[in-house]
């Protein structure tokens, strides 16, 4: 399994690394598919993945800790492969939309993964790793926020059209939080307005969020113009209709087809992760990095979902030396 494990800034309600300190890495990645339980952690500060000290499903990790919190706080769960519906029940009217919200009177994070079946509904007791997320690679990405962040990050959730399977905002911070509140009761707000610049620890991010009326590719259409940068572009290759690499416009966009993350050299075709990375660094206009929820497929260009961008250099190195081989906008395999 690859787990990419990327987490933005300290705090009590933030992500919690394995020794119950602060967050404990950064974006996505873990071994091989063949290794299961591993996963790699992008330590803040820090130019190269390491190894977490324990597995993805003990409560002590990154993961754990970071879901096994306070249970006074506000949280929404919603995963497009929901742990407690079956998923013909669901159908394809939710967005292919993954990730958890929790946030206290203070602050907050946002989770944005791309493991199926996860995370638990509260009410289980206990936090667990599903199997469904043991074959192939998956990816995370944890930041912490502050409370007043959550009303922009609610917003783009409401464009996201998640499918919402466990959610809970109380009364102390209802008023606080409308966004979540009208998530947990599947209402949508009368209007949206572009939300502001997040940022944390004083890293700015850019979300960007689409509804199914969007209709089109995620990465060519809007988050390649937006950041003025050619993508690197890994997601689930193994589904019909996959978008071919497009390098039509200004700036192009190549699907990934070998990666390396921690020296384990895969095919794609193994790694269910969604991430992004510009091919040139930030002196050459580019550095990006998104760690998102949504493929390259027709049928997803017409279901919601999005990406979360950020240029940090050391993030960057990380995840653009992972990119091994890709689809030349021939066809054809080449070096990244």
Known sequence: ILLHVLCVQTAPCGRRGPDGGGPDGGGPMAGGPEEGLRYLLLEPGSEAWTEGAVSINDTS?????????????AFVFYNDQSPVEPRAALGRSSGHTKG?????????????????????????????????????????????FPLERFLAIGEQLHIN???VFDCQVPEALASLLPTLSTLCHKL?????????PLSAG?????????????????????????????????FWVRSTGVLPSNCSGAWSVLNIERLSPGGSAFSTSLDHSKWAASPEGAQAGGGWVCVGDINRNEAEERRGGGTVCQRDPRVWKAYRSAALQCQDCEGRTTTC
Do not use: M
């Open 61 to 73: 990790g990154a993961v754990g800790r970071t879901l096994g919190q306070s249970s006074e706080v």
């Open 161 to 163: 059209q998640p499918h």
């Open 188 to 196: 949508r707000p009368s209007a949206f307005t572009a939300p502001p």
């Open 100 to 144: 958890a919200v929790v946030v206290d009177k203070t602050q907050g994070f946002w989770l944005v993964h791309s493991t199926p079946h996860f995370p638990p509904p509260r009410e289980a007791g206990h936090f667990s790793y599903p199997d469904t997320g043991l074959i192939n690679g998956q990816s995370f990405l944890c930041v912490t």
């Open 202 to 234: 004083g890293t700015p991010f850019i979300s960007f969020a689409k509804g199914a009326a969007f209709n089109n590719d995620l990465y060519h259409s809007w988050v390649a113009p937006a950041l003025g940068t050619p993508l690197l572009v890994q």
